[in-house]
């Protein structure tokens, strides 16, 4: 079974969180939510999550993370040492990165993991990568990175995700199962 990490920090946008880590596990995907700098980490909407461990004390090397965008939430992935390591593993390792909203900008952008590749963001975000290839389309896949424009897209993104880990017969079960048509 699959194993994805999804990071949490204060000032994340719910949407973008909650949605691929319901979908995820009723595709049967091992999520494990991951606080950044606490273990009860509240959105921007001022939604507080439990999180199962904090970033700091995970061990190993997932087959995936998934990067909630919100702010401050995005910022506060990228200023993170932990969200940085863990990220550049999975990806050195061929494993699945996946960003969306600010966070593909601001968090990989800065950690120089969008040079060459191409990717989505929240429209303007763009603005603070000059190194990835930018598209307008509400979800691309480059390879092993999976990116999304916002919380509307949110379960397109999280389908995305289980067509790369999965197959389109499971997100399409998904989709059907949460009434969206795809």
Known sequence: MSEIVIFLADGFEEVEAVTP???????????????????????ARGIS??????????KGIPEGV???GGLPGAQNLADSEDVYRICRE?????????????A????????????????TCYPGF?????????????????????????????????LAIIRYLLDD?????IAASVLLSS
């Open 126 to 158: 763009e603005e603070n990568d000059s190194s990835g290839l930018f598209s307008d389309n509400r979800v691309v896949v480059d390879g092993n990175l999976i990116t999304s424009r916002g919380a509307g897209t949110a379960a397109e993104f999280s």
């Open 169 to 173: 017969e499971t997100a399409e079960r």
């Open 90 to 102: 999975v990806m050195d390792s061929g494993g699945m990165v996946a960003s969306i909203c600010a």
């Open 21 to 43: 880590a319901d979908y995820l596990r009723r595709a049967g995907i091992d999520v494990v939510l991951a606080g950044v700098g606490t273990s009860k980490p509240t959105g």
């Open 66 to 68: 998934v990067l909630p």
């Open 104 to 119: 593909p900008a601001l968090v990989l952008g800065s950690f120089k993991m969008l040079d060459g590749r191409r990717y």
């Open 49 to 58: 999550i439990n999180t199962n461990i904090r970033i700091s004390d995970f």
